[in-house]
């Protein structure tokens, strides 16, 4: 299969390359070649102009703020809105006609829709949207495209991320990787797959 993995240098996204291997993976991501800013709608059209029919698409990107609640403003809202949300979203729209008979698309979304940490409203926000999302977009893409989203907890190899995790038990790449090896290779559509 042919994968196009966006944020393929990022923690998660090496997850799911690792996991993939032995197929051939289109690794995107803003500082590789190609290069993509989700961000920006006329970048993500370049890339996949560039890069031409996939089997599969997965996304691994998205930034959120980290803030109080108290501290949070309309702009932090709308900052997680377009770069975690929006931005997958966008993928999905102008990806769509170059995702092959079949296909899929996995999106990334997090344990914060499911579970809460404190400076974490905004990214609760943007995960459950996301996989709001799926589960609709599921019933309409066609061609037989399928749809998913994969919902990490905080990961053992993101060390710097635990002390904002209290209590959470880190999970491993592996199984982070296993869960996008699911939604590609799989045959479900309109899922979020946990991994906690």
Same mark, same amino acid.
């Given at each position: 299969?042919?994968?196009?993995?966006?944020?393929?240098?990022?923690?998660?996204?090496?997850?799911?390359?690792?996991?993939?291997?032995?197929?051939?993976?289109?690794?995107?991501?803003?500082?590789?070649?190609? +290069?993509?800013?989700?961000?920006?709608?006329?970048?993500?059209?370049?890339?996949?102009?560039?890069?031409?029919?996939?089997? =599969?698409?997965?996304?691994?990107?998205?930034?959120?703020?980290?803030?109080?609640?108290?501290?949070?403003?309309?702009?932090?809202?709308?900052?997680?809105?377009?770069?975690?949300?929006?931005?997958?979203?966008?993928?999905?729209?102008?990806?769509?006609?170059?995702?092959?008979?079949?296909? +899929?698309?996995?999106?990334?979304?997090?344990?914060?829709?499911?579970?809460?940490?404190?400076?974490?409203?905004?990214?609760?926000?943007?995960?459950?949207?996301?996989?709001?999302?799926? $589960?609709? !977009? =599921?019933?309409?893409? %066609?061609?037989?495209?399928?749809?998913?989203?994969?919902?990490?907890?905080?990961?053992?190899? =993101?060390?710097?991320?635990? +002390?904002?995790?209290?209590?959470?038990? %880190?999970?491993?790449? $592996?199984?982070?990787?296993? !869960?996008?090896?699911? +939604?590609?290779?799989?045959?479900?559509?309109?899922?979020?797959?946990?991994?906690?």
């Amino acid at each position: 299969m042919r994968i196009l993995v966006i944020g393929a240098g990022g923690q998660v996204g090496r997850t799911a390359v690792e996991a993939l291997d032995g197929h051939e993976v289109v690794s995107a991501s803003r500082s590789s070649e190609p +290069s993509v800013d989700i961000t920006d709608p006329s970048s993500i059209e370049r890339l996949f102009a560039s890069t031409g029919q996939v089997d =599969a698409v997965i996304v691994a990107v998205g930034e959120v703020p980290f803030r109080p609640l108290a501290d949070l403003s309309h702009a932090d809202y709308e900052s997680a809105f377009r770069g975690k949300v929006l931005s997958q979203l966008d993928v999905v729209r102008i990806g769509t006609p170059y995702v092959r008979d079949g296909g +899929s698309i996995t999106l990334t979304s997090g344990i914060l829709s499911r579970e809460p940490i404190a400076t974490g409203a905004a990214a609760s926000l943007a995960n459950g949207a996301v996989e709001s999302y799926v $589960h609709a !977009a =599921a019933t309409e893409l %066609p061609r037989g495209i399928r749809i998913n989203a994969v919902s990490p907890s905080v990961l053992e190899d =993101a060390p710097g991320y635990h +002390s904002s995790f209290p209590g959470f038990v %880190p999970v491993s790449s $592996h199984r982070v990787g296993q !869960a996008f090896v699911k +939604s590609v290779l799989g045959v479900q559509t309109g899922q979020v797959f946990p991994v906690d």
